[in-house]
Antibody
Framework: QVQLQQWGAGLLKPSETLSLTCGVS????????WSWIRQPPGKGLEWIGD???????NYNPSLKSRVTVSVDTSKNQFSLKLSSVTAADTAVYYC????????????WGQGTMVTVSS | DIQMTQSPSSLSASVGDRVTITCRAS??????LNWYQQKPGRAPKLLIY???RLQSGVPSRFSGSGSGTDFTLTIISLQPDDIASYYC?????????FGQGTKLEI
């Protein structure tokens, strides 16, 4: 059973860089894609980007210029950086496991509320 | 990008009711359609993948159908534990995209 535990700063000022990390346990880290998804308060879900154990990334074009997803295979962790944040980036951020068999997100982190406010 | 449109946006039903939520894609996505349940303050939970396949551990009162552009999630005999928001998601074309959600109330 894969488990994802995420952490990072929850309060940022405009123009700062959001930084979150997700640790993976209970399953293989290799051979899968690991994703970041966000949800603004009271709104729907938006896929941000993903990475595999080899470091190959995919990003949502709407955020691509500001997003970096990286991986540390020695620690079974992957991370999200989102630069130049504004109030529009206020959201709950989730890490998730993309099952290549199911073509669906089958395991999720607990979520981190990130608020951008001056 | 593929747009996913759910209806209704909110729904009130009674315990024991049959509930249907629909999801429409802006272009054909075959059966690359997933459904998630999200309870307040919790992460989404995968219910159905590939339009109609029940994820392990999900009660059989949940079912999904459809292909191409039109899909449905059905809950037969609604239970109090089913109070949640429900989201569809297409995994056919990158970037993957979600519907805006359906909030189910009793």
């Amino acid at each position: 059973q894969v488990q994802l535990q995420q952490w990072g700063a929850g309060l940022l000022k405009p123009s700062e860089t959001l930084s979150l990390t997700c640790g993976v346990s209970g399953g293989s880290f290799s051979g899968y894609y690991w994703s970041w998804i966000r949800q603004p308060p009271g709104k729907g879900l938006e896929w941000i980007g993903d990475i595999n154990h080899g470091g190959s990334t995919n990003y949502n074009p709407s955020l691509k210029s500001r997003v970096t997803v990286s991986v540390d295979t020695s620690k079974n962790q992957f991370s999200l950086k989102l630069s130049s944040v504004t109030a529009a980036d206020t959201a709950v951020y989730y890490c998730a496991h993309l099952s290549l068999d199911l073509h669906a997100f089958d395991f999720w982190g607990q979520g981190t509320m990130v608020t951008v406010s001056s | 990008d593929i747009q996913m449109t759910q209806s209704p946006s909110s729904l009130s039903a009674s315990v024991g009711d049959r509930v249907t939520i629909t999801c429409r894609a802006s272009q054909s996505i075959s059966t690359y359609l997933n459904w998630y349940q999200q309870k307040p303050g919790r992460a989404p939970k995968l219910l159905i993948y590939a339009a109609s396949r029940l994820q392990s551990g999900v009660p059989s009162r949940f079912s999904g159908s459809g292909s191409g552009t039109d899909f449905t999630l059905t809950i037969i005999s609604l239970q109090p534990d089913d109070i949640a928001s429900y989201y569809c998601q297409q995994s056919h074309t990158a970037p993957c995209s979600f519907g805006q959600g359906t909030k189910l109330e009793i």
